[in-house]
């Protein structure tokens, strides 16, 4: 996984793209579902989904 400062902001950018959609794709945020779950994206939730994110997806890329 690559940890320096470029790869992760474009990481972060391509999440709030799709958290956010766009004029022509909903985001995920506007489900309905992740609204109970977060109502606006403070910086700790974001920290909290890549985290797991992190604890998910990394262990299937180590095989």
């Keep these: 996984?690559?940890?320096d400062e470029a790869s992760?902001?474009?990481?972060?950018?391509k999440?709030?793209?799709?958290?956010?959609g766009n004029m022509m794709v909903r985001g995920e945020g506007e489900?309905?579902?992740y609204q109970r779950l977060w109502r606006t994206?403070?910086?700790?939730?974001?920290e909290a989904i890549t985290e797991e994110a992190q604890r998910y997806l990394l262990p299937l890329f180590k095989i």
């Excluded at 999440?15 to 956010?20: D, G």
């Excluded at 994206?41 to 974001?46: A, C, R, S, T, V």
């Design 41 to 46: 994206l403070e910086p700790e939730y974001f």
């Design 1 to 3: 996984m690559l940890t």
């Design 8 to 13: 992760l902001q474009k990481a972060r950018s």
């Design 31 to 33: 489900d309905v579902w």
């Design 15 to 20: 999440f709030m793209q799709a958290y956010e």
